[in-house]
């Protein structure tokens, strides 16, 4: 599980390196995305491979950085079945998040907050 969530934080990486505009708004999100790296095990270094291009188009890249925050989310709540109490605790929580970030990044930002 460190393993995708290491992918998820590069992918955040990866679209703030593509679009510095949103590096405001998007900074606490991978910032929530490398602790939960480190809350599953991994440590700062953890990859998850190259992540895929960023499209272009800030709005696309948004998008696209939601649909992965769902699939890290399902992937977590997946694994609560076959976690002891303390994991899925932690899973559950994970995962809660994840769906709340796949919100935020699909909300309409406030006007000007992108640089913020």
């Known amino acids: 599980m ?3 969530g290491g992918a998820l934080r590069d992918r955040y990486d990866a679209v ?5 505009a949103l590096a405001g708004r998007l900074a606490p999100l991978r910032a929530a995305s490398a602790a939960h790296v ?3 095990g991994g ?3 953890a990859r998850g491979g190259a992540p895929a291009a960023v ?3 800030p709005a696309a890249a948004l998008t696209e950085l939601a649909a992965a925050e769902r699939r890290s989310s399902a992937a977590h709540t997946t ?3 076959g976690a002891g109490p303390e994991l ?3 899973l559950a929580s994970v995962a809660a998040a994840g769906a709340a970030n796949a919100y935020l ?3 309409p930002a406030a006007s000007g907050s992108e640089g913020r």
């Open 2 to 4: 460190a393993t995708a």
């Open 16 to 20: 703030i390196a593509a679009h510095p």
């Open 38 to 40: 480190t809350a599953l």
């Open 43 to 45: 440590g700062p270094a």
């Open 55 to 57: 499209p272009p188009d």
């Open 79 to 81: 694994a609560l079945a």
């Open 88 to 90: 899925a605790r932690l």
């Open 105 to 107: 990044l699909t909300r």
